[in-house]
């Protein structure tokens, strides 16, 4: 089992950054690939970014491709996602998400087990 609790969301003006922190609860942090997901209001949950247990492979979506950054920290347990260049269109709750399956479809919410009650991030224009 692994809880997850997301923080570091706020509003911003676009252009800004942001940093969303997600520590993970239990010892086996380092197997499990974590993701970043968000949902807009009266939008489906969206894929953002995506890595692998040990940090080497990363996935983003195109809309955050070059502005978004996902890394990791398995010694603190953590998930991060470095937002820069923010635009209003980012605005959306965040939500963070881990599994342990393999030869998985890292784009797919149907693929992560955990999830965190998510954060909100709004972009002013």
């Known amino acids: 089992q692994v809880q997850l609790v997301e923080s570091g969301g706020g509003l911003v003006q676009a252009g800004g950054s942001l940093r969303l922190s997600c520590p993970a609860s239990g010892r086996t942090f380092s197997s499990y690939v974590m993701g970043w997901f968000r949902q807009a209001p009266g939008k489906e949950r969206e894929f953002v970014a995506a890595?692998?247990?040990?940090?080497?492979?990363?996935y983003y979506a195109d809309s955050v491709k070059g502005r978004f950054t996902i890394s990791r920290d398995n010694a603190k347990n953590t998930v991060y996602l470095q937002m820069n260049s923010l635009k209003p269109e980012d605005t959306a709750v965040y939500y963070c998400?881990?599994?342990?399956?393999?030869?998985?479809?890292?784009?797919?919410?149907?693929?992560?087990?955990?999830w965190g009650q998510g954060t909100q991030v709004t972009v002013s224009s």
């Open positions: 890595i692998s247990w040990s940090g080497a492979n990363t």
């Open positions: 998400a881990a599994t342990i399956r393999t030869h998985i479809n890292y784009y797919s919410d149907r693929a992560y087990d955990y």
